[in-house]
């Protein structure tokens, strides 16, 4: 006969007993992450519906002229992005992984600097840098007649121009992921290849590659639904891609049937981008060791390290360093008026307020998210986490339309009751409030603080949460006593990077915002949309600076010391 220690059973009782305390919160979560998942699955339906109506006036010359120009466009941006950003992005992080050269110190931090600097932001830039009578033609006239200065000059306002500046600021995505990744490698297989004789290209493109594979993937999987979410370098050096074609068909037509049924090509552009980063990724599982080796950086010396080093510095100067440079110079020539400075306060503090709600939000929905997969874990709550998480796949301009005629019908209905009830009518509540807005940025940028928190737990023992219950503590007593306090770095990193997105973002801030309303963004599109972007240069000077600290933080995470060649 066994004896059984009352305090043991005591325990054992309390444990029992804790889910049950905390069903109250459980249930509160689980609707909480359902609505979400509601919220963010509402546009694509939208999406749909808008499509179902017929259009037969529209068809035959969105067959005709714009659906042949519009995919070929996009085929030929996405894939020369991804060519360019693939080369620069992989070259160069694998440049300062596995070897030492002079600057490389520096060039880890400057490397991944070209993401804060906005796809639209650097278009406007170097558009304005190489236009007849530019900075460039200026400097070249020096040197060659003028006239012989404007034929040599590129033109940019074209599709290869498209290409090389979108890959210029999105590389860093790339070369992030892929640094990650060589950092990882174990060295067993380079050694091998090493001892086999192999060269440091034959490494690179037969072992090291490969062995990259499924981080490549997810980078250049983030570059192509970045590209495909762009519309301000897009619209300005004159390429026709999907989000191009929805807006001028939504707004220079008037046609939102006709748009949502471009929306739905370009959600199978996205689809497609997503089977393709998963089978990037599928069965790679083999690209680390168990327990891998610091990768050893080689030194490069001499005229060799001093070419790795133009290699990699190009890249963030052409990316990142020229840019701001033109940014600042602006700013300081045309200085800012009363009325100037009037309306840029405005636009910042209307970005600022947009993107710091939208930012609280996005945190409370996306903890409600993952407590409700890590609570209960099931098919159902994965789902609804996958759903969740599907809003940074969505095109701004596709979620901003998609959105549109769900806040049209709360707004009309509300307007509806109050006259029924006898009261004022509000007006545009969530239109002409901003509420849209916010509501189009956490549906956006959900992903990012999902992501942030979800990796938090994961490096919080379950016994943790075992303790907490044999204690007789609640779920949510759990929640705010113990894993809140841990998490708090992994919080702080998704609201700094939910922030920067949204003030960054131009196509949904564009469409949703209030009558009459700018923020730095939209702000910045229409001066360069009146051949004036130079009078918004220091709204995009505030943008950039806002966005170096975040990316400067990945950047400072992105080092780990390495053992001597």
Known sequence: MHSTSPHIDASAARFARAPARGNGGETTVRVIATLTAALVALPVASIFVLAAQPVPELWPHLISYVLPGTLRDTLLLLAGVAVVTLIIGAGTAWLVTAHDFPGRSLLVWLLPMPLAIPTYIAAYVYADLFEPLGLAHKMLSVLVPAQQAAMW????????????IIGLVLYPYVFLSARAMFQTQGLDALEAARMLRAGPWAIAWRVTLPMARPALAVGLALVSLETLN???ASEYLGVRTFTVSIFNTWLNRSSLPGAAQIALLALLFVALLVVLERQGRRHRTYAGAENPRTIRRRRIAGAKGWAATVACMLPALLGFVVPLLFLIRESLRRGLADHSRTALLEEALH???????ATAIALLLGLAVVLASRWRPGRLRTTLGAIARAGYALPGLVLALGLLAPLLTVDNAANTLARTMGFATPGLVL????AAVVIAYVVRFLAVPAGFIE???ARIPRDYDDSAAIAGASRLTTLRKVHL???TPALLGAAIVVFVDCLKELPATLLLRPMNVETLATSIYQYASRGSFE???LAALLIVAASIGPVAWLARFSDVPSGPA
């Open 485 to 487: 306090p841990l998490l």
């Open 230 to 232: 762009d519309i301000g």
């Open 455 to 457: 990796a938090g737990f």
């Open 153 to 164: 000059l590129p033109n940019l306002r074209s599709l290869p121009g498209a290409i090389l």
């Open 431 to 434: 239109i002409g409030s901003g």
């Open 351 to 357: 970005s600022f307020a947009y993107a710091a709600i």
């Open 535 to 537: 009078d918004g240069a």
